[in-house]
């Protein structure tokens, strides 16, 4: 029985966007209610600066992780399976290094730790079937690769969208404790 776990960090495991929320109003002193907001009155390219500058800031290192996610992942490794941390955040200085150290100070039990551009084509290549579940906050995968699958346990982790209608096969959760629940 397969037992691999993908899990995305962002939104996933951490409180975000409001923490990127957080920084802006912090270090830039402009306040936004969502990510969609910034996007419709930012340019894309400035909107993509502010996110590089985010990256760079080290603010990543101390993003609050979410209520019983190490908890839930304790429990998940202690059952045998095997999680991997998959996550679009770039494969550079200083965001890779903060990346693990917010993954060692958090004690985040993980047996790979993947960095990819495009998550969509990174589940695609490795075989979505690979994996027993996937949870990511990012709708457009989750419903991707509800279309190429019938096995794997695909979780929306949805804790800064309403509750969407989707397809036969999408779990929308809010929680770890919910995952958890469903996982086996």
């Not at 957080?22 to 993509?48: H, R, T």
């Not at 996610?69 to 550079?92: H, Q, Y």
């Amino acid at each position: 029985m397969n037992k691999n776990i993908a899990i995305d960090i962002d939104g996933c495991l951490t409180e975000y966007p409001s923490s990127f929320l957080n920084w802006i109003a912090n270090e830039k002193g402009s306040q936004y209610k969502s990510l969609e907001i910034i996007k419709k009155v930012l340019s894309k390219k400035d909107y993509q600066l502010l996110k590089h500058e985010y990256r760079l800031s080290g603010a990543k290192r101390s993003i609050p992780l979410l209520v019983d996610a190490k908890e839930v992942l304790d429990n998940l490794n202690k059952k045998g399976f095997s999680l991997w941390i998959v996550t679009s955040r770039p494969e550079w200085e200083p965001v890779s290094s903060d990346t693990k150290h917010w993954l060692k100070r958090n004690k985040i039990p993980y047996e790979k730790l993947i960095f990819t551009k495009n998550k969509k084509n990174f589940f695609l290549q490795q075989g979505v079937k690979y994996f027993r579940a996937i949870i990511d906050d990012d709708i457009s995968i989750i419903k991707l690769l509800a279309e190429k699958n019938t096995t794997t346990r695909l979780f929306h982790f949805q804790n800064h969208l309403p509750e969407l209608k989707l397809k036969k096969g999408i779990i929308q959760v809010n929680n770890w404790k919910s995952i958890e629940k469903q996982i086996e």
